[in-house]
């Protein structure tokens, strides 16, 4: 059921350096009808309605995130792209699956044929047992410094005019390219996040995108400077580093009606978040995750809207919930592009109406009012 509110919210005409995303292939997948319980099969049809509903309802991105049971993101962003006029596909990638070469042929041709829009997002990976299962048994250290060497080499594929060689600590090859240049001629966006020390190291110096979970106004005020800092203090300008932040939005016509809602859908939600293969939760021990519960525990309620249950926070995806009428979820966002987001992620964990909501009645709102504080 969505939310009845006015169909003549305003649409803002001054563009804004805000811009939204959402995840799209949780919203794709469903179960399967075999003997195992987590066996997903990608559903073409819903694929389709969905890339339309983003294309429609005023979001910018969507990604296409990765995991060691779903769907190649690389085939789906092509589905998508196919389908769509405006939106922009962020793929996710692992350095450990894909040669970064071959990573850089593959976005190239996206971008070409989709008319620009491809955008890469970099996973170093933040569960060791998921990284295991597919044969990747370095540590986090290590994986980090693999995705520095990673995304320098991406950008060399896309610049450069003559055939280079590279002998790395992680890749070596010889005589690649050229002939992988974006449609613009210039690097495709990279986005790179986490919160452990290499995750700020990493991001701060090479990323176009520094990505932050859903942690409450002053905690995401700290990290937005340590990166700038460390941006700094190797020698770039932090302005060149755009933030992005991911909430679920639980909307409704009223406050009260807007928890009433998010109450049951943790209720339903906070024994089956990111099963493993053989059914069991697992428990995420990557930084951001051991950030959220910690922050949980303190409090679950922050700020104006924001709620972290202890029992989903940091159990993956969208676990902080901004929760309220449009007016109140539109004001906390707002607060949050105060503090330096440029890109704010807002899934619904595949619900279709969720989707459409936050498209029709968050997102104007949010637009609007940016628009309208920059013009002061």
């Known amino acids: 059921m969505t ?119 970099i996973i170093s990976g933040g569960s060791d047992a998921e990284q295991r299962r597919q044969g990747d048994y ?19 594929a896309w610049t450069e005019d003559e055939a280079f060689d590279h002998d790395g600590r992680h890749y070596r090859f010889e005589g690649f390219g050229p002939g992988s240049q974006p449609l613009s001629g210039r690097p495709l966006p990279i986005s790179i996040g986490g919160a452990s020390d290499e995750a700020f190291d990493v991001g701060s110096r090479l990323a176009d995108v520094f990505t932050l979970w859903g942690e ?41 009606l807007a928890w009433r809602k998010a109450e049951a859908l943790v209720a339903r939600s906070a024994g089956r978040l990111w099963p493993t293969q053989d059914g069991r939760r697992e428990q995420h021990t990557n930084a951001g995750s051991v950030r959220l519960r910690e922050i949980a525990e303190r409090s679950e309620r922050h700020d104006t809207a924001l ?8 159990a993956g995806g969208a676990s902080s919930l901004l929760v309220g009428s449009p007016d109140t979820i539109a004001s906390a966002l707002e607060e949050y592009v105060r503090l330096g987001a440029d890109i704010i992620s807002l899934p619904s964990a595949g619900d279709l109406d969720g989707a459409v909501d936050t498209g029709r009645y968050i997102i104007p709102l949010v637009r609007e009012r940016v628009a309208r504080a920059q013009a002061r």
Do not use: C
């Not at 994986?143 to 520095?148: E, F, G, H, M, V």
């Not at 679920?248 to 009223?254: L, Q």
């Not at 709620?307 to 940091?314: E, K, N």
């Open 3 to 121: 939310v009845q509110v006015s169909e003549q919210t305003p649409r803002p005409t001054t563009a804004t350096r805000v811009e939204f995303v959402h995840s799209f292939l949780q919203a794709i997948t469903a179960k399967g009808t075999t003997s195992s319980p987590v066996r997903k099969a990608t559903d073409p049809a819903r694929a389709d309605r969905f890339a339309r509903t983003l294309d429609d309802y005023g979001f910018d991105y969507t990604l296409l995130g990765y995991s060691s049971d779903g769907a190649d993101p690389f085939v789906v962003a092509s589905h998508v792209l196919a389908r769509t006029e405006r939106l922009r596909t962020i793929v996710a990638l692992r350095p450990n699956t894909t040669y970064p070469t071959v990573a850089a042929q593959s976005l190239a041709t996206l971008d070409h044929l989709s008319g620009g829009r491809a955008v890469v997002h």
């Open 138 to 156: 370095l540590d986090k250290a290590d994986r980090y410094s693999r995705s520095a060497e990673y995304i320098e080499i991406l950008r060399r």
């Open 216 to 256: 409450p106004l002053r905690e995401t005020a700290d990290q937005i400077a340590r990166v700038r800092s460390l941006a700094t203090a190797a020698g770039r300008d932090p302005a060149q580093i755009r933030f992005w932040v991911t909430f679920r939005p639980v909307v409704a016509e009223t406050d009260e």
């Open 307 to 314: 709620w972290m249950p202890r029992s989903i926070a940091g």
